[in-house]
């Protein structure tokens, strides 16, 4: 069926989000964040959303036609070679549900995404946002891979929090979504975390250690967990997405020959779709 996530502010999120606020004028603050990433506070919301999938879904389709077989991350503390299997399907805000209906799952949201092969994950990626998870803030930290599992990590604070994330089954080892946003999301413009990954994520590019979702994957749904996991699918207890973007970040799209094409550039797409 279909279905939509979107968020209401309450007392306790807008007291973690504006802590320096009295807790009435926190809450407006935090409706007013909402309103506006949500695209809600436009003179028409309706046009301005279908303007903004229309825009998603060009990027999705252009990025489906080059047919990547990888994406090289460059930027501080990032030199990260991602692989992407045969059959990948690059997917923006809208989809079509089995009852027919085309629906948008996330409000907001500003990514075009995909499933990473498991087995292709090489070099060093630093995040660019702490990373909230189960409570605790995990700050200042990066992540290792060897042929596509962790290796490695480091965090200034909470490492011992992401280690355990990492080692809670086989597949936390292992990546299952890359999702590709511009830094000048209206998310990462606010200049403040969310602690909400419906928000939060969509600031910035950024990965997701543990499961994939089976529908970025041609026949995906059809698969066993196996042949899912032979075809460059991930399967996990978790998914938990953390940011890696920047205005710093360039990346590269490399075809199956070796190629290699600009997608982001500081940032920023690198391409007129």
């Not at 489906?64 to 990888?70: D, I, L, M, N, V």
């Not at 949201?109 to 803030?137: M, N, Q």
């Not at 928000?199 to 250690?209: M, P």
């Not at 070796?258 to 690198?270: H, I, T």
Request: hydrophobic fraction near 40%; charge should be negative.
């Amino acid at each position: 069926i279909n279905w939509c996530v979107v968020a209401a502010a309450c007392p306790a999120w807008a007291a973690k989000v504006f802590p320096d606020l009295k807790s009435e004028e926190a809450v407006e603050k935090l409706w007013k964040a909402v309103f506006e990433t949500t695209r809600a506070t436009q003179p028409d919301p309706v046009a301005a959303w279908q303007e903004h999938i229309k825009n998603l879904k060009k990027r999705s389709e252009y990025l489906q036609a080059r047919k990547y077989s990888a994406l090289h991350f460059k930027g501080p503390g990032t030199d990260f070679t991602l692989g992407l299997p045969q059959g990948h399907k690059w997917i923006s805000a809208q989809s079509l549900a089995e009852n027919g209906v085309v629906f948008t799952a996330n409000m907001p949201t500003e990514e075009v995404f995909t499933l990473p092969d498991r087995h292709r994950a090489d070099g060093t990626v630093a995040a660019t946002f702490p990373l909230s998870y189960g409570g605790s803030l995990i700050e200042d930290f990066s992540v290792t891979f060897e042929n596509g599992r962790i290796v490695k990590v480091n965090a200034k604070k909470n490492e011992a929090i992401l280690q355990r994330l990492i080692d809670t089954d086989e597949g936390s080892k292992h990546l299952g979504e890359i999702a590709l946003v511009p830094a000048s999301s209206p998310i990462a413009q606010r200049g403040h975390l969310f602690y909400n990954t419906l928000f939060d994520e969509n600031a910035s590019c950024h990965i997701a250690i543990g499961r994939a979702y089976r529908f970025t994957l041609t026949g995906g749904e059809e698969l066993t967990e196996e042949e899912f996991v032979a075809a460059g699918g991930n399967v996990s207890l978790n998914h938990v997405d953390f940011m890696i973007g920047s205005p710093q970040m360039d990346i590269d799209g490399i075809k199956q020959d070796g190629a290699r094409e600009p997608v982001m550039r500081q940032g920023e797409w690198a391409f007129d779709a």
